[in-house]
T-cell receptor, first 114, second 111 residues
Framework: DAGVIQSPRHEVTEMGQEVTLRCKPISGHDYLFWYRQTMMRGLELLIYFNNNVPIDDSGMPEDRFSAKMPNASFSTLKIQPSEPRDSAVYFC????????????FGDGTRLSIL | GQQLNQSPQSMFIQEGEDVSMNCTSSSIFNTWLWYKQDPGEGPVLLIALYKAGELTSNGRLTAQFGITRKDSFLNISASIPSDVGIYFCAGQQGGSEKLVFGKGTKLTVNP
């Protein structure tokens, strides 16, 4: 079975540029989560969706960050404009309905802003 | 915000040794999860705990959900080189889909 698929795996860009990260959740999963991982702060939840609707975006650091889920099989996390402090590994995770269902993570996008 | 205190931060052990790591919190959680992350990959679920006092095994791994619901531990018996990685605990509160993660325990196993 295909897991959560993220692209690109690596992204290097200059500050000020727009960055778009992509995620394809596991088919049939109706929850999708975006996380950021840094050495200093560990794994932090940015936003999550249920049935394509954003439920909690309290972890989104600032207005430069936005996330969308136009359909059940695709989500994007966009940073515009990007800054060096946005450098991190960004993970997408998905889960099925029911609180006992675990989250399954993709392999992440390693983002470097120069 | 909520925090999980995970310890130790890192461990260096010899192959064949047993390992123990734990997580504590000032908040009550209804679910405790243990994940492992290999370099360049996302976290993979190892064990999920849903009841206070629950003890669950997955091969050489054993995890327990503390009675107070504020802590959990993970044991690995007879470690092998492929156990190398970062182990994370995560807590989930009742009625919420959000996970709070610990900072991780980095395990190094010397052959």
């Amino acid at each position: 079975d295909a897991g959560v698929i993220q692209s690109p795996r690596h992204e290097v860009t200059e500050m000020g540029q727009e960055v778009t990260l992509r995620c394809k959740p596991i088919s049939g999963h109706d929850y999708l989560f975006w996380y950021r991982q840094t050495m200093m702060r560990g794994l932090e939840l940015l936003i999550y969706f249920n049935n394509n609707v954003p439920i909690d975006d309290s972890g989104m650091p600032e207005d430069r960050f936005s996330a969308k889920m136009p359909n059940a099989s695709f989500s994007t996390l966009k940073i515009q404009p990007s800054e060096p402090r946005d450098s991190a590994v960004y993970f997408c995770a998905s889960k099925g309905g029911g609180l006992l269902q675990p989250q399954h993570f993709g392999d992440g996008t390693r983002l470097s802003i120069l | 915000g909520q925090q999980l205190n995970q310890s130790p931060q890192s461990m260096f052990i010899q192959e064949g040794e047993d390992v123990s790591m734990n997580c504590t919190s000032s908040s009550i959680f209804n679910t405790w999860l243990w994940y492992k992350q290999d370099p360049g990959e996302g976290p993979v679920l190892l064990i999920a705990l849903y009841k206070a006092g629950e003890l669950t095994s997955n091969g050489r791994l054993t995890a327990q959900f503390g009675i107070t619901r504020k802590d959990s531990f993970l044991n690995i018996s007879a470690s092998i080189p492929s156990d190398v990685g970062i182990y994370f605990c995560a807590g989930q509160q009742g009625g919420s889909e959000k996970l709070v993660f610990g900072k991780g325990t980095k395990l190094t196993v010397n052959p």
